[in-house]
């Protein structure tokens, strides 16, 4: 249908000329995402009109068609100016039942609205996706939303979050999100004022069925239950990505350390929980690995302290079975081959954090990916073994993937040089040692308790044949200089000498040494005060 025919129609159309004008170009426009671009000013114009008439009194089936056409037109960033207004986002946060502009108020439901019609219920829905548009593409939108409140709007109505029928929850769970992830300065507001992580986690526990057997302590979810419903997944997933961006500065205190612990414990219990199929529960697992990662390290003990469950003797009486859901989660990641950087680095980021604070995570964790050395003729990138696996990412070309994986690897071996090259070979493991100035061997900063030694029969008869740069025992090799004389040895170190000696003068290569400090120097500077040895042994 032409649109200049349709916005001459509109100007004098009743109601319904208008639905049918509308419809018939929603249908042709529904699967439509790329528009003509010598069509923006009557599309602009469209969007106008469109407005026009809701801002007018009419009947629902009226205002949902009006609506629809407004989202398909809100896919286009280009003619959103006639919506990104103060008077059409109060139109349209009027529609979402979300009282924009008015101070939030309490936005309990009213009888009326709680008894809504299906086609009252979606001129709500479909408001709320075009709000979600809007928000999402246009910086003008973004700031009136501030300017009106929306954000007060749609956390009063977190209040009532137990009446929501699915997609109401949905859109304004992700209006939400929206609005925190592009308007950073509303973050405080929101936790602050319209206290919206804890409505969140209220949410989550409706959502999610939570049910309290301790102060941080949830039920466990029944073996033989059903899968949790799509749609109660759907929303958890928007309510978990709305909380991490309120929780990307925690400002700390004593409420909010209990707030914490309580989301720390709702997130245990999601991660024992089964979506109905494995790509859904592998994305819920993915959620709570990031919002996990914003928590402060000291409540993670939550995951592991479960006194109505209970746990293993050898970890002090705590429950492990959160930390090997996560540590499957990361082999996982590892296996799947790609997009490491947001996949996998957040989840090998939260297990060395809780490692290096947590002692029964840390052996728990360690005796899953660094088990005590047996078989050591084989190289420690070579294997299907987790760590197997870890070591090979010691040399990933990301540098932020290569240096996470290494910092896992290290906390683990309590960031003793001897115990990290033990498992991994001096060559996997320079580049960390470069970074740390560690290069001449030591420690970290962090204080570990000191574990009992852990070292094979194995291990101990072939230690003195590992070769410490690839970390495992070699075969013989023959000696290339065994038969030469003294004259073509020294010809040959004189030759090589003559060749390093170019690169150098060239600034093709550059000698280094170590200082006393383990840290890179120029050869030169290095020769005159040689490092001192501070090795030490210290197995777990």
């Not at 409505?199 to 049910?211: F, N, S, W």
């Not at 033990?422 to 040692?433: D, E, M, Q, S, V």
Request: charged share 25%.
């Amino acid at each position: 249908m032409d649109l200049n025919n349709i916005v001459s129609q509109l100007d004098s159309a009743n109601q319904e000329q208008i639905e049918t004008i509308l419809l018939q170009f929603n249908r042709e426009n529904s699967h439509t995402f790329t528009f003509n671009q010598r069509e923006e000013p009557l599309r602009s114009k469209l969007c106008q009109s469109v407005l026009t008439v809701l801002g007018r009194q009419s009947q629902p089936s009226c205002q949902k068609t009006c609506l629809e056409t407004l989202r398909i037109l809100s896919r286009d960033k280009r003619v959103l100016a006639p919506v990104a207004t103060r008077e059409g986002m109060l139109i349209l946060g009027g529609m979402a039942k979300l009282h924009a502009g008015d101070g939030g108020g309490d936005n309990q439901k009213t009888p009326q609205e709680e008894t809504q019609s299906e086609e009252e219920e979606r001129v709500v829905v479909e408001a709320l996706k075009c709000l979600c548009n809007i928000v999402y593409n246009s910086s003008a939108a973004q700031q009136v939303s501030v300017d009106v409140q929306l954000a007060h709007g749609l956390c009063a109505n977190l209040r009532v979050a137990r009446t929501w029928h699915h997609e109401v929850g949905l859109f304004t769970l992700r209006l939400l999100f929206l609005l925190s992830a592009l308007r950073s300065d509303l973050r405080g507001s929101l936790r602050r004022e319209w206290q919206g992580v804890t409505l969140l986690t209220e949410v989550l526990e409706h959502t999610l069925d939570v049910h309290w057997v301790g102060p941080y302590e949830a039920a466990r979810p029944d073996p033989q239950a059903l899968p949790m419903p799509a749609e109660d997944n759907e929303r958890a997933m928007e309510a978990l990505k709305a909380m991490f961006n309120l929780t990307l500065s925690n400002a700390g205190g004593e409420e909010d350390d209990h707030q914490f612990r309580l989301i720390a414990a709702i997130l245990r219990h999601l991660l024992m929980l089964k979506t109905e199929t494995e790509e859904k529960t592998e994305e819920a697992h993915s959620h709570a690995v990031n919002l996990l990662n914003n928590l402060p390290v000291s409540c993670l003990d939550v995951l592991i302290d479960v006194p109505v469950q209970g746990g293993q003797e050898k970890y002090g009486g705590r429950n492990m079975d959160a930390i090997q859901m996560l540590i499957d989660f990361m082999e996982k990641r590892i296996d799947k081959g790609s997009n490491y950087k947001e996949g996998l680095t957040p989840v090998l980021s939260l297990l060395t954090e809780g490692s290096r604070h947590h002692r029964e995570i840390r052996r728990h964790i360690k005796a899953q990916v660094l088990p005590p050395l047996k078989d050591v003729k084989i190289r420690p990138e070579i294997g299907t073994a987790i760590r197997n696996k870890l070591v090979r990412l010691m040399t990933h070309v990301d540098m932020g993937v290569k240096q996470t994986a290494a910092e896992f690897l290290f906390v683990l071996c309590k960031e003793s040089v001897d115990n990290l090259l033990k498992y991994t070979g001096y060559g996997n493991a320079a580049g960390l040692l470069v970074a740390r100035g560690l290069l001449a061997g030591g420690r970290g900063d962090t204080q570990y308790s000191d574990d009992e030694n852990s070292d094979t029969e194995e291990y101990k008869s072939a230690k003195p044949f590992i070769n410490p740069i690839t970390g495992h025992v070699e075969e013989p090799m023959p000696n290339p200089i065994e038969e030469m004389t003294e004259e073509q040895k020294e010809y040959e170190a004189e030759k090589l000498v003559c060749m390093f000696d170019k690169l150098s003068r060239q600034n093709v290569i550059r000698p280094m040494g170590v200082r006393p400090d383990g840290t890179l120097a120029p050869l030169e500077e290095t020769l005159c005060d040689p490092p001192e040895d501070i090795s030490g042994s210290d197995s777990d």
